[in-house]
């Protein structure tokens, strides 16, 4: 059977899912790959490998074995040093090896946005130990952020507000870093207004590269891990184009194509870079219904080298999670069709275990403005209730 492309998808939860969608939709082949079995792209992708992608051999093996005309990352933790040889013997990696090399940690990317493109980020510096840890909130003053250098969805991320607590923080960050890099980044606390996701696609044109934004995401979190997001956000014009301007210098920088999720702090017209993704973004599962093209679609035309509209806009929408409460190997769901009864829309992960606060689907709704969408995404959410069967 032909295909317009072959693609190894690296990791596969629910962003990787709705790329494989988008994908297939286009006429791709997909392999996707993760630790565990039965993860949730893998469950519509055309095949599986499933190995730890911080095994250098197995990434490799799974590279060689299928040939892919695009090796795609969906996750951070990855052994970016074999995709780089990968890259120089020819494969593509999406969007480069560089860009997985440098966003796979919080100080790569912070110091390449920082130092070298002169973006505006927060006062920062990293601790490989409780002590440095107490030496970099001196620096940084109280309050301060604490979170590891590399971890998943915001896991390990606390706020500290006393010198007491930092001890605290540094343990919860240490029990939830991700690879084989003990570092925490240690950053000011940034009174903002609000944050938002800059979805940025970066594309092929008949004039070479261009880049082109979605409308801005704002996002809540709890836990350091987003709770919902709503499109489009209220921003003056000014504070628009100053994240756009350093959305498309460091994407630039990072090179190759596809779609970037870019985090920004607002505060009145003051926009500070906080952090980039090389890939879809969690709070951009509300493209799922605020836009035609939502964001995993974007991602496959880029990544695939098909045609991006100029403009893209968004109709007032909002996402709100569905979260696990407790370990589970046997779930099933309850609550689907009072939660559908007013419009809304619902993305049931099918991860086959839970635990705690894991994210095990999404709420999504449409409305007349986003506050409206807002509140019609969580009522949505809180009628879904997981059932646990062990």
């Known amino acids: 059977m032909s295909h317009t492309a072959r693609i190894l998808l690296l990791g ?39 190995f730890s992608m911080l095994d250098g051999e197995k990434l490799r093996e799974a590279a060689e074995k299928h040939r892919p005309d695009f090796i795609v990352p969906e996750i951070e933790a990855i052994r970016t040093s074999v995709l780089a040889e990968l890259e120089e013997e020819g494969f593509t990696v999406v969007p480069s090896a560089r860009a997985a090399q440098l966003t796979m940690n919080r100080d790569a990317i912070r110091d390449l946005a920082a130092n070298e493109l002169g973006l505006v980020t927060s006062k920062y510096r990293y601790a490989k130990n409780l002590e440095e840890v107490i030496a970099a909130a001196q620096h940084t003053g109280l309050p301060c952020v604490i979170k590891p250098v590399m971890s998943s969805s915001g896991k390990g991320q606390s706020t500290v507000r006393r010198e007491e607590d930092l001890e605290a923080a540094w343990d919860y960050a240490h029990a939830n870093m991700r690879g084989d890099r003990q570092r925490v980044i ?154 559908m009864a007013e419009g809304a829309d619902l993305r049931i992960f099918a991860k086959p275990t839970s635990r705690p606060y894991r994210r095990m689907g999404v709420a999504l709704a449409t409305a007349g403005d986003t506050d409206a969408a807002r509140r019609a995404a969580r009522d949505a959410a809180h009628r879904v209730r997981i059932v646990y069967g062990d």
């Open 12 to 50: 596969s939860g629910e962003l990787g899912r709705e790329f494989v969608i988008s994908a297939k939709r286009l006429g791709a082949y997909v392999i996707a790959c993760d630790a565990y079995d039965d993860a949730p792209a893998m469950q519509l992708a055309d095949a599986r490998e499933v």
């Open 186 to 339: 240690v950053e000011q606390f940034v009174d903002f207004d609000y944050e938002i996701t800059l979805l940025t696609v970066r594309h092929k044109t008949k004039d070479g590269g261009c880049v082109t934004f979605c409308p801005p995401i704002g996002h809540r979190q709890e836990r350091g891990d987003y709770q919902e997001s709503w499109q489009p956000t209220p921003m003056s014009d000014a504070a628009i184009d100053k994240a756009q301007v350093m959305a498309k210098t460091v994407v630039d920088d990072l090179g190759g194509y596809g779609l970037f999720g870019v985090e920004f702090f607002v505060k009145g017209e003051e926009v500070i870079f906080s952090e980039l993704s090389p890939r879809p973004h969690d709070t951009g599962m509300v493209t799922l219904v605020s836009q035609n093209l939502t964001e995993f679609d974007l991602h496959a035309r880029a990544v695939m080298g098909l045609p991006i509209p100029a403009e893209l806009r968004a109709r007032p929408a909002a996402s709100a999670v569905i979260l696990a409460e407790r370990d589970s190997a046997k779930l099933s769901y309850e609550g689907l069709a009072e939660a």
